[in-house]
């Protein structure tokens, strides 16, 4: 860890970077997604979009979440060893669409690592 002005910075070189890439999708579009990681948020994720960030080494938690929804996944992180992540929301429409969002909320967010 770096010091600077009373703040304590982690050394790039031995951080790892996570990446999650969100895909397209219709549901959800317009609306971010909550990244979590160690249960902190440390940002969003928007539709089409990529969000990065450096962690320390060691066993992590990642989840994303959007109101009702969320999904989780543990990984290791190894200084200097990227991990890649992508999500994306649910394809389909009309009713399907509508019960998966009331019947299943944890299936809503998919997250597969790469």
């Known amino acids: 860890m770096r010091h600077s002005g009373g703040v304590t910075e982690p050394i790039e070189e031995q951080c790892s970077t996570i990446r999650i890439t969100r895909q397209t999708a ?10 979590l990681i160690d249960s902190r948020v440390v940002g969003t994720v928007s539709d089409g979009a990529e969000f990065m960030i450096e962690v320390p080494p060691g066993h992590h938690t990642l989840a ?3 109101n009702w929804a969320h999904i989780e996944a543990a990984f290791d992180a190894v200084p200097g ?4 992540f992508e999500c994306q929301a649910p394809e389909g429409l009309g009713l399907l669409l509508m019960a998966r969002w009331v019947f299943a909320p944890r299936t809503w967010i998919r997250l597969t690592r790469r």
């Open 26 to 35: 219709w549901a959800d579009r317009f609306r971010r997604y909550k990244v």
């Open 64 to 66: 994303l979440k959007i």
């Open 81 to 84: 060893t990227p991990v890649d």
